[in-house]
């Protein structure tokens, strides 16, 4: 079935530092791949996506990359803040509507 | 407010009882899902509705009985669970990408 393998499950890095959060999908024909963050206690939101016709989106002090031959992409995130604290989670989706997610990565942001 | 609403956010119950879990969208999107959220299994795909029709079934036991009734409601109903269905049920709809998460309700399995 379709999975997705996310690494690292945890990672702190100092404020001001940069992250990267790395996934790798399964299904070739999947064509849109998005990370969302939680918050504690909160739901998931999409911080960011990226369509399977596009190798890089950015967004202010986000940015995605896709490499669809390798099956790869990453979730990288700059000059990080306190607040960006939260667990990531990257997805795929295969077929019509289905999202799968990855297992989540947990960030501290440490001040 | 992402439009998602979920009832009850919280519910404890028996092994023996019958309950169910309301989601409600009110931002015309055509899929609805349920996801299980749990510490060993984050995020999983439980089930996905597309203008009423499941167009995906996880695996999932027959102890979950998803119910969508039109592309604006759906439930879980929930019956004979097992203290291991103890986790965080987060409803979700999409129109063609983003997904719209519900508050979630938390369910305990004594």
């Known amino acids: 079935g379709e999975n997705v393998e996310q690494h690292p499950s945890t990672l702190s890095v100092q404020e001001g530092d940069s992250a990267v959060i790395k996934c790798t999908y399964s299904d070739s024909a999947s064509n849109y791949f998005p990370w969302y963050k939680q918050e504690l206690g909160k739901r998931p939101q999409l911080i960011i996506d990226?369509?399977?016709?596009?190798g890089e989106k950015k967004d202010q002090r986000i940015a995605v990359t896709l490499n669809k031959t390798a099956k790869h992409f990453s979730l990288h995130i700059t000059e990080t803040q306190p607040e960006d604290s939260a667990v990531y989670f990257c997805?795929?989706?295969?077929?019509?509507?289905?999202?799968?997610f990855g297992i989540g990565t947990k960030l501290q942001v440490i001040p | 407010e992402t439009g998602v609403t979920q009832t009850p956010r919280h519910l404890v119950m028996g092994m023996t009882n019958k309950k169910s879990l309301k989601c409600e969208q009110h931002?015309?999107?055509?899929?609805m899902y349920w996801y299980k959220q749990s510490a060993k299994k984050p995020l999983e795909l439980m089930f996905v509705?597309?203008?009423?029709?499941?167009?995906e079934n996880n695996s999932v036991p027959s102890r979950f009985s998803p119910e969508c009734p039109n592309s604006s409601h759906l439930f879980l109903h929930l019956h004979t669970l097992q203290p291991e269905d103890s986790a965080l049920y987060l409803c979700?709809?999409?129109?063609?990408?983003?997904?719209?998460f519900g508050e979630g309700s938390r369910l305990t399995v004594l």
């Open positions: 509705y597309n203008f009423k029709e499941q167009t």
């Open positions: 997805a795929f989706r295969t077929g019509y509507q289905k999202v799968t």
């Open positions: 990226i369509r399977s016709n596009v």
């Open positions: 931002l015309g999107h055509n899929a």
């Open positions: 979700a709809s999409s129109q063609s990408g983003e997904l719209f």
